[in-house]
Structure formats: C-alpha cells, structure tokens
T-cell receptor, first 114, second 110 residues
C-alpha cells in the first residue's frame, strides 16, 4: 500500500510568489492534516479535514494559507503571498477510522522563501 | 506555554547504552503517540500508548495518564537510533488533532 505522498519535495520561492503544495493521503483514510515544522516552534497544525470537510483551519495561519481537499485522495496547500518567515518543512498526514488514532506522515516539502 | 514538554532536549549516548525520554503534558489526553524522525526525514509512528505499558522491539513506553506523563525507553541503543523523538497527544474533544512536543534529539555514537 502506498503511504502518504507529497510533492514537490523541495520548493524555492521568491517573496510574494504563490506556491501550491500537494498531498495524497493513504487510500481509504478519512482524516487529513497539514502541519508546518520549524526548529523553534516544532510542528504546528495548519489545517485538518475529515471526510473532505474542513474541521480546523489553524487560526493564525488563515490569512495567507489555504488548504483544500477537492476529493478524498488529493489535497493542496496554497501559500499566497509567500514571505521569508514561511520557510519551513510542510508535512501532510492522514489517519483512518477506528480507535488507534495513529497518524501517518508524508516525507514533507521543504520550502525556502528568499 | 507549551502543552507538551519533552526532556531532555538532546541526549548523546554510546552505542549499547539505554535511553530514557520523557514527555509531560498539561491537558487531558485521550491518545498519546511517540514518533521518530530521522535527520531530514519524515515522521514515523513508533508507539501509540494512551495508558499503561507497551513494548515493541527495543522500545518500551509507559504512560501514567493521571499524572500526565509518558516515557520512552530505548534499550541497547544503536547508531541507527539517532534522530529526533517526538511525543504527541490527542486532546479530549471532537477535533482529535495532535499536539506535539519539540522533541528529544538523540545521538548515538559508535
């Protein structure tokens, strides 16, 4: 079974650009999460979908960050416009139903904003 | 403040030594998960342990829910164990989202 896939693995953007990160969850998983990881803040939740419905949009990240899930097997995270402080690793994770609650993570996209 | 606190922040061991990693959390947790992240890599779930003691291979996790703490014991450490160990809790409620600690960076020297 394929795990969570993310593309691209690396992205370099100029300040002010729009970038779109992509994620494909594990087949059959209902929950999808987008996180940002930095050394100082650790992992911060950006968005959380359940069965394609947006359950949480990450509060402070609302203004320039927009996650969408058009179908159950594909999600995008758009950052518009990018700022240097957005440089981080962006991780996507999915989780199936059931009591285990375990999340499965993708390899991440390392974003550098110049 | 940080809802999930991990200690130590970093640890250096010689191969063969045991490691004890701690996780303390400030709110009730319905779930607790330990992850491993290799340098530059993604997160891999090691153990899901909301309460009690669980073993897998050389890993043992003990969670005392009432005291809001969990530990991860790595026995006979190997150089390939080097990386960051993250603790995450799933808060009581309907959102079921994970709150992560900042991690313990482990370096095992040959």
């Amino acid at each position: 079974d394929a795990g969570v896939t993310q593309t691209p693995r690396h992205e370099v953007a100029e300040k002010g650009q729009t970038i779109i990160l992509k994620c494909e969850p594990v087949s059959g998983h209902n929950d999808l999460f987008w996180y940002r990881q930095t050394k100082i803040q650790g992992l911060e939740l950006l968005s959380y979908f359940r069965s394609k419905s947006l359950m949480e949009d990450g509060g402070a990240f609302k203004d320039r960050f927009k996650a969408e899930m058009l179908n159950s097997s594909f999600s995008t995270l758009k950052i518009q416009p990018t700022e240097p402080k957005d440089s981080a690793v962006y991780l996507c994770a999915s989780r199936g139903q059931g009591s285990s609650y375990e999340q499965y993570f993708g390899p991440g996209t390392r974003l550098t904003v110049l | 403040g940080q809802q999930v606190q991990q200690s130590p922040s970093s640890l250096v061991l010689q191969e063969g030594e045991n490691a004890e990693l701690q996780c303390n959390f400030s709110s009730t947790a319905t779930q607790l998960q330990w992850f491993y992240q290799s340098p530059g890599g993604s997160l891999v779930s090691l153990l899901s342990n909301p309460s009690g003691t669980k073993h897998t291979g050389r890993l043992t996790s003990t969670t005392v829910t009432k005291e809001r703490r969990s530990s991860l014991h790595i026995s006979s450490s190997q150089t390939t164990d080097s990386g960051t160990y993250l603790c995450a809790i799933d808060q009581t409620g309907n959102t079921r989202k994970l709150i992560f600690g900042l991690g313990t960076t482990l370096q095992v020297q040959p």
